[in-house]
């Protein structure tokens, strides 16, 4: 497998847990990838699913739609889409949070994007043996309702054992402090995952305590992107995102890659269909 990362990019991934590198992706690109999910949120039902997904109030942990969409591509609303009359406050278009969590397998114009054979290189270049693509979203942070999302460690929710989750993240338009870019905590991913979110075996989830001391927030810096930019995210690295209560949208792409070389446990909420096997690039 040919390298892809420089030995100062890998040196950077390893010191800090994240590696920014613009211009990775075509403008045309991330313009397909944005008209394809539009036309996904056109032919959505909102009246179908009121589902609203929330990290900071974990109610999505007993909501089926959201355990049941490992293998789906499936939409989930904004906090703040709905006004007390369960109306929806803005164009179904703006209502959006996220889209997930099998695009890169369902859909034809996510799976080309995802399976872009640099990005096989650069999870060789970062020591994985048997990359695969267990998880797709794509996250709209809409202007003047985009919910932030509290800090998190992406393994937390992808546990293999050993640890191997790897995350893609792709800036569609352009992330700034603005419009609610991620926030980095440079070295931080040294320090051990937290928490881990595993299903309770009753149709719900439960998060268990690994380290219960808090993600010091001291040194955290903005990872504003321009659009075409790759963010590669340690599993272990903590981030976060702003609100955005501008009037500018955020789109962004993120795939999470897993080690196969390492197990996968029945316990982790993102289970994939027996006809729809995890597969690499
Ligand atoms: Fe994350």
Redesign the pocket.
Known sequence: MARVLSEAQRETFARDGFLTIEGFADPADCRALIDRARGIVDAFDPDAVRSVFSTKRQQHTTDDWFLSSGGEIRCFFEEEAFDDTGALRQDKHLSINKIGHALHDRDPVFDRFSRDRRLAGICADVGMADPRLIQSMYIFKQPRIGGEVVC?Q?STFLWTEPKSCV?LWFALEDATVENGCMWGLPGRHREGLRKRMARDGQGGVRMETLDPAPIPTEGEVPLEAPAGTLILLHGEAP?RSGANRSDRSRHAYAVHVIDGACAYPADNWLQRPADLPVRGF
């Open positions: 998190h992406d995350g981030h």
